[in-house]
């Protein structure tokens, strides 16, 4: 990792917008607490778990849908809070259970490997990444990371 100190809010607006401009049907937005503090990362690989978790998003929204990125503090205090939120079909127990796994997919394209190295990074990181439901639909994935390494 090359983490270095700066703005995780930036950058998250930032890839927020590229995929609004990119993908016009869908309805993306971006909820950032502008008081959350600088702390160290590596902006590629943070950039690498982004990428994933909005290239799922995209996949399982088809012509339209909603996706909510937000940047809290978590409430530990301790930790950035990333979450992508989608409106989609959802995912099942099962899939929740197995989804961080390498080579697993309900998708038929791809390579299975996208949350699995998201999964990596984090931990590298010293943080988390974890899947839940969005209510009323959907999925949200959740990833923290600490504010001091």
């Keep these: 990792l090359h983490k270095q100190r700066q703005d995780i809010g930036h950058l998250i607006r930032e890839m927020a917008l590229l995929y609004q ?3 016009k ?3 993306i937005s971006c909820d ?6 600088e702390f160290c990362f590596d902006a590629v690989q943070i ?3 982004l990428i994933n978790l909005l290239d799922n ?4 929204l088809g012509k339209e849908g909603n996706i909510k990125v937000s940047l809290r503090m978590a409430s530990s205090g301790t930790h950035a809070r990333l979450t992508v939120a989608d409106n989609g079909p959802g995912l099942s127990d099962e899939v929740k259970l197995r989804v961080f796994e390498p080579y697993f997919s309900t998708r038929t394209t791809g390579t299975g490997l996208g949350l699995a190295i998201a999964q990596t990074i984090v931990h590298e990181h010293g943080g988390t990444i974890r899947v839940d439901d969005n209510q009323p639909c959907g999925a949200v994935f959740a990833v923290e990371l600490p504010l001091e390494t």
Excluded: G, Q, W, Y
Aim: charge should be neutral; hydrophobic fraction near 55%.
């Design 47 to 49: 950039k690498r778990v």
């Design 25 to 27: 049907h869908l309805a």
């Design 57 to 60: 998003a995209v996949s399982v």
């Design 32 to 37: 950032i607490d502008a008081t959350l503090p």
């Design 21 to 23: 401009e990119a993908h």
